[in-house]
């Protein structure tokens, strides 16, 4: 996830700016990049990779007196992460640093014919799009506002020009923006983080707001009214603030998920179908199976994504663990699409794989949420999943974007192959929904965590569910082993009568994942033979179910979709609550790391 920062005053610009991207790393970045405007001269300076890069390139810089500058950290979404791609982006005399994706930008670019466009970026047609506007209409606010107008997606936006060079422009629609001031001097940033030790006290913009901002004064507009701004003292904690509030990285990762799941769709979803400019029918051509590898969470995703795209699309699909598959002497065929899935983009079993099937000959798709990382290098074609860094080791908005692009991957091969109009519209109306679904309740969460103290001992957890709640359940049981180190089991609902039911007494928890809208009476029937076998039930459920020891209530239960990405975060949830009551370090569980780069 991008992050900006802006400064207005005459202390050390540069020092402001690079010790607020340094604030920003927790967002995770791979290139970033400074212009400041001062003297009525503009200097841009970018790097790739560490911040210490970008240091290392402004050494000789000196801005002490009076400027503006704005900074960014960046992470790729459209186009390599490479100096041209990093931000600021600039036109003739405007720069401009953007957090968010234009989902428009190709529409824009066809208009602007007349520009030489540098960058692969979407952020790029901002700055251009700004001053064909001022050429128009010869005034700065006029011109930004009639760009903001004009984008379609989700940004945090800060523009300087040198057509006023004392102001700093600003909008923001669905990425964060914070304003901050001390006394005359005016900050901006993504987060709190790189406002503590500066800004005295700040204002949340709203999405819809934007404005401009000059020394000693910040006007804010929403649509074309101004708004009364709502400064508040600002936190004093860094950690706290980096950590958005929330008590770990991986709790504020869960609450995140509704917002990152909308950047995973932008530009994909389109009125009644999927587009990926990331895929072509020539890609795709002669593919009549796929098999999917991956480790852990992605791997459980993956599985998810099998069942998928064989009820949706059609197609035959084989999704395997990259540890087993390595070694057993795969059978790989030409016409086989081979998909890796991976949040980090450097697990070894999972790149060998994928080594695997490109010495073989097979076409190769990625699906990570790390550009330029080792798999995507790789891979012929990658999907970004757009979650932003994920720093709790148990992975969670990262399953549950990598999911969001299995679904809209099933759906896209639905369309190749000509699958009923209807079908598709119905999935992409619950899709649309999804946000909504993963929002975290709060009356839930209070509810998960008081009921989180029941099932701290016994001798363990079997999670069930059937058919896609399957793959859920083995995440389900990977969570909770994983930050409560609890023995925990996925298992098919079905198949607990075939051997494990034998370990059924009242110290067994089940956990039962039973939605309405798939397999309802089959996996209640299930439940209740471990019930009548006096097994403790947990039933995640929209349907009250009468013999379940403790209920957690689903409220989106218009398509087994939407009650998977809520049961997915009532799971992620009740781990947490868990590990938390038994006193372990959530984002750092033992013996874990976040990338598993051995065999
Ligand atoms: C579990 C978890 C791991 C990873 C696995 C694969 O919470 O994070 O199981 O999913 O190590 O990692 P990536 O997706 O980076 O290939």
Redesign the pocket.
């Known amino acids: 996830m991008c992050g900006i920062v802006g400064y207005i005053g005459s202390k050390d610009i540069k020092k402001i700016l690079l010790e607020g991207l340094k604030e920003l790393e927790y967002r995770g970045y791979d290139s970033a990049g400074i212009a400041i405007l001062q003297n009525n001269e503009l200097k841009i300076y970018k790097a790739v990779g560490k911040l210490e890069n970008l240091i290392n390139k402004t050494k000789d810089l000196k801005t002490e007196g009076f400027g503006i500058g704005i900074g960014h950290t960046r992470w790729a979404t459209h186009g390599k992460p490479t100096e041209l791609n990093a931000h600021p982006h600039m036109g003739e005399y405007s720069y401009v640093v953007h957090n968010g994706i234009i989902e428009n930008f190709k529409e824009i670019k066809k208009e602007l014919n007349d520009v030489r466009f540098i960058s692969q970026t979407d952020t790029e047609v901002i700055v251009h799009l700004f001053e064909k506007y001022l050429q128009d209409l010869n005034d700065p606010l006029k011109a930004f506002k009639a760009t903001i107008d004009r984008l379609q997606g989700a940004y945090a936006i800060l523009l300087i020009t040198k057509a006023d060079p004392s102001k700093i422009f600003f909008a923001k629609k669905g990425s964060p923006l914070i304003v901050g001031r001390d006394g005359e001097e005016i900050y901006f940033a993504s987060s709190d983080a790189p406002l503590i030790g500066h800004a005295k006290e700040v204002h949340y913009l709203d999405d819809g707001e934007w404005g401009y901002a000059q020394l000693g004064e910040v006007v804010v507009y929403h649509g074309d009214r101004a708004i009364d701004l709502d400064f508040k003292p600002l936190t004093l904690n860094k950690e706290l603030a980096q950590k958005g509030g929330y008590r770990f990285f991986m709790e504020k990762e869960i609450y995140e998920q509704s917002d990152v799941i909308t950047e995973t769709m932008m530009g994909r979803i389109k009125d009644e179908e999927i587009e990926f400019e990331e895929l072509d029918q020539e890609f795709l051509h002669g593919i009549h199976s796929i098999k999917i590898c ?5 791997y459980h995703a993956g599985l998810s994504g099998s069942y998928l795209i064989e009820k949706l699309a059609r197609i035959p699909v084989m999704c395997e663990i990259a540890s087993e598959f390595r070694y057993k002497e795969p059978i790989l065929q030409k016409e086989t699409l081979f998909v890796v899935i ?3 983009g450097e ?1 070894a079993d ?1 790149l060998e794989a994928l080594k695997m099937a490109k010495d073989a000959g097979l076409k190769t798709l990625a699906i990570c949420n790390v550009d330029n990382s080792s798999i995507v290098r790789l891979a012929d074609r990658t999907i970004l999943t757009r979650a932003g860094i994920e720093k709790g ?3 969670t908005k ?1 399953f549950t974007t990598q999911l969001m692009v299995l679904w809209m991957l099933a759906l896209y091969l639905a369309q190749q192959k000509g699958i009923d109009p209807k079908k598709i519209s119905r999935e992409l109306e619950a899709m649309r929904k999804t946000p909504q679904a993963l929002k975290v309740d709060p009356d839930l969460h209070e509810r998960i965590r008081r009921l989180s103290k029941r099932y701290l001992h016994g001798h363990g957890f079997f999670f069930i569910g059937r058919d896609i709640f399957y793959p859920l359940a083995l995440e389900g049981a ?2 909770l082993k ?1 930050i409560s180190y609890l023995h925990a089991e996925g298992y098919p609902a079905g198949e607990m009568k075939h051997g494990p039911i034998a370990l059924a007494d009242p110290e067994l928890f089940t956990i039962a994942l039973m939605p309405k809208n798939l397999l309802y009476e089959k996996t209640k029937s299930n439940v209740e033979e471990l019930s009548a076998r006096d097994s403790t039930i947990c039933a995640i459920s929209p349907v009250a179910f009468e013999l379940a020891d403790d209920f957690i209530k689903v409220q989106n239960a218009d398509h087994y979709m939407l009650e998977y990405y809520e049961m997915a975060v009532a799971l992620q949830i009740l781990a947490m609550e868990i590990a938390i009551r038994l006193g372990n370090d959530v984002d750092m569980p033992r013996n874990l790391a976040k ?2 780069t051995v065999e």
């Open positions: 991956a480790c852990g969470t992605s991976s949040q980090s697990t999972t080791v148990a992975s990262a990977l969570k994983e990338s598993v």
